[in-house]
């Protein structure tokens, strides 16, 4: 992928083996304006209200949105594993409205995907061919429901023609867990306990990017990044758990006309 220009603002273009015409970066917590815990690039909620617009959040989306095609359809995500899939024919709908999911995807050249994360680890996906695009926010939960193979399912294409890139989340030496996470994945996939350490009773520190890297390996799928944690890198990400904070991060991605 040819990297897309974000001046000198301290964002993150993933290195992957997706096609040139897929741009996307992911937005770190510096470059806005934004203050206190949230400061400085919280992206906010998904529909943001009108004070909000008046407010950092909404500026901050401006300064986003100066870096983008086209007005990004921001997701109501709620750890599940629903898609939706952007057309131009609904994508006005969504961006009013943003859709009760927590992935998307798009065939159409210079429609915004965007996921929201503050630990939950965001997916990008596209085909080498470029002729479709998806994210996808892989909280545990989500995960354990299967959102990633859900979002492969609806490109489909061939799953051995699908890039992955995984973006910062909460790291394997931060993420402790209890047994509910545990036997989401460990109750139907024995393999899945090599990404569970042992703590003290009853709890384990859990690899979400080894996790979800699994699952995709299982579909065919190489996928690189995933080396961040949120958690430990207070200087550049936003953690829900470190925090207990609302700031949010953004993954954009779109389809740019071939050349």
Known sequence: MTPHRIDDTDWIVPQW???????????????????GAVATMDV???QLAPDELAGAPGENRRRLRAHLPSDPVWL??????????????NVDTLRATPPRADAAITRERGIVLTVR????????????EGSVLGVAHAGWRGLAAGVLEATVAAMAVPPA???AWLGPAIGPTAFEVGGDVH?????????AAAHFVPQREGKWLA???????????????????????????????????????MGRMALVAWLLQPR
């Open 17 to 35: 083996a997706g096609p040139a015409t897929a741009c996307a970066f992911f937005t770190t917590r510096n470059g806005g304006v934004s203050t």
């Open 44 to 46: 906010g909620r998904a």
């Open 76 to 89: 109501a995500q709620v750890h599940g594993s629903d898609v939706v899939h952007v057309t131009a024919s």
């Open 117 to 128: 994360t503050a630990d939950c680890l965001p997916v990008l996906f596209a085909d080498r």
């Open 161 to 163: 023609t699908v890039a």
């Open 183 to 191: 036997h989401a994945y460990c109750d139907h996939d024995a393999g």
């Open 207 to 245: 690899d979400l990017p080894a996790l979800a890297r699994r699952r995709l390996t299982r579909l065919g799928i190489v996928a690189t990044g995933g080396t961040w944690c949120t958690h430990t890198d207070a200087a550049r990400f936003f953690s829900w758990r470190r925090d207990r904070g």
